[in-house]
C-alpha cells in the first residue's frame, strides 16, 4: 500500500513568491494533518482536517499561510508571499479519525526561500 | 513552560547497550503516549504507542508512563547503528486528533 504522497520533495523559491504544497493521504483515512518542522521549533502542527472540514488552524502562523482540502484524497498548503523564515521540512500525515493516536507521516516537504 | 520536554541530546551510546529515553509533560488530560523515530531527512514513524499507564513491550523496545509523575520512557535493550535516528515522544488528549510533540532525542550508536 502506498503512504502518505507528498510533492515536491523539494522547493527552491525566491522570497515574495507562491509556494504550493501537495498531499495525498492514505485511502481510507479521514484526518489529515499539516506540520512543520525545523531545528529551533522542533515539530509543530499547522492544521488539521476531519473528514475534509478543517477543524483546528490555530498553528498556522499568519494569513500567508492557507490550507485546503476539496476532497478525501488530496490536500495543499499554500505560502503566499514566501519569506525566508518559512524555510523547513513541511510534514503532511493522517489517520483514522477512530485512531488519532496513529499517524503516519509523509516524506516531507524540505523548502527553502531565499 | 511547553506541554512536553525532552532532553534533545545527542545522545551517544555503544553497540548493545541499554538506552533510555524520557519525556515530561504538564497537562493531566493527556491519555495517549507515543513514540516516533525519525531518520534523517525521512518522515517521522510509528514506533509505539500506549493508552494510559503501565508498560508496553515490542521486541527490544519497551514504552513506560507514569501518570502520577507525568513521565514517559522508551527503552531500547541490545542497541544497534540501524536504531541511530531521532526519537519523538507524542501526547493526545482523549477527544480530538492534535499530538503535541516532543523537541526530539537525537541517539547515535556505534559499532
Known amino acids: 500500500d502506498a503512504g502518505v504522497i507528498q510533492s515536491p520533495r523539494h522547493e527552491v523559491t525566491e522570497m515574495g513568491q507562491e509556494v504550493t504544497l501537495r498531499c495525498k493521504p492514505i485511502?481510507?483515512?479521514?484526518?489529515l494533518f499539516w506540520y512543520r518542522q525545523t531545528m529551533m521549533r522542533g515539530l509543530e502542527l499547522l492544521i488539521y482536517f476531519n473528514n475534509n472540514v478543517p477543524i483546528d488552524d490555530s498553528g498556522m502562523p499568519e494569513d500567508r499561510f492557507s490550507a485546503k482540502m476539496p476532497n478525501a484524497s488530496f490536500s495543499t498548503l499554500k505560502i503566499q508571499p514566501s519569506e525566508p523564515r518559512d524555510s523547513a521540512v513541511y510534514f503532511c500525515?493522517?489517520?483514522?479519525?477512530?485512531?488519532?493516536?496513529?499517524?503516519?507521516f509523509g516524506p516531507g516537504t524540505r523548502l527553502l526561500v531565499l | 513552560q511547553k506541554e512536553v520536554e525532552q532532553d534533545p541530546g545527542p545522545l551517544s551510546v555503544p553497540e548493545g547497550a541499554i538506552v533510555s529515553l524520557n519525556c515530561t509533560y504538564s497537562n493531566s488530560a493527556f491519555q495517549y503516549f507515543m513514540w516516533y523515530r525519525q531518520y534523517s531527512r525521512k518522515g517521522p514513524e510509528l514506533l509505539m504507542y500506549?493508552?494510559?499507564?503501565g508498560n508496553k513491550e515490542d521486541g527490544r523496545f519497551t514504552a513506560q508512563v507514569d501518570k502520577s509523575s507525568k513521565y514517559i520512557s522508551l527503552f531500547i535493550r541490545d542497541s544497534q547503528p540501524s536504531d541511530s535516528a531521532t526519537y519523538l515522544c507524542a501526547m493526545i488528549w482523549n477527544q480530538g486528533g492534535k499530538l503535541i510533540f516532543g523537541q526530539g532525542t537525537e541517539l547515535s550508536v556505534k559499532p
Open positions: 500525515a493522517s489517520s483514522f479519525s477512530g485512531s488519532p493516536e496513529t499517524q503516519y
Open positions: 500506549t493508552y494510559s499507564s
Open positions: 485511502s481510507g483515512h479521514n484526518s
